[in-house]
């Protein structure tokens, strides 16, 4: 079971990155998956969340309008434009305990991957 993010880099501030996330040893089609990011210093904090469906989205106050949750059946992207130096952190995908549920706490999800670092450059 494993979740792999990747896409993370260094970037200016106002430019874009693409966060992709896959799945491998279970089938995550029929959950709904979630990112996170984690900043030094600061506990990790929910951004994004998409229904195993695609069809229900939510996000942090913090994202909305820069952040887009899409998903191609298992693989979750996370589409961030218009980056602030703020949004530098190590970014997690997951998936939800409960498959359906559309959490937005690190406590609704049981899997994680690995994580990958953003880094925004003022």
């Known amino acids: 079971v494993q979740l792999q993010a990747s896409g993370g880099g260094l970037v200016q501030a106002g430019g874009s990155l693409r966060l992709s996330c896959s799945a491998s040893?279970?089938?995550?089609?029929?959950?709904?998956r979630g990112w996170f990011r984690q900043a030094p210093g600061k506990e990790r904090e929910f951004v994004a969340a998409?229904?195993?469906?695609?069809?229900n989205t939510r996000y942090a106050e913090s994202v909305k309008g820069r952040f887009t949750i899409s998903r191609d059946k298992s693989t979750v992207y996370l589409q961030m434009d218009s980056l602030k130096p703020e949004d530098t952190a190590v970014y997690y995908c997951a998936a939800p305990t409960r498959a359906f549920v559309l959490g937005s706490t690190a406590k609704d999800y049981a899997f994680w991957g690995q994580g990958t670092q953003v880094t925004v450059s003022s």
């Open positions: 040893g279970r089938t995550f089609s029929n959950y709904a």
């Open positions: 998409i229904s195993y469906g695609g069809s």
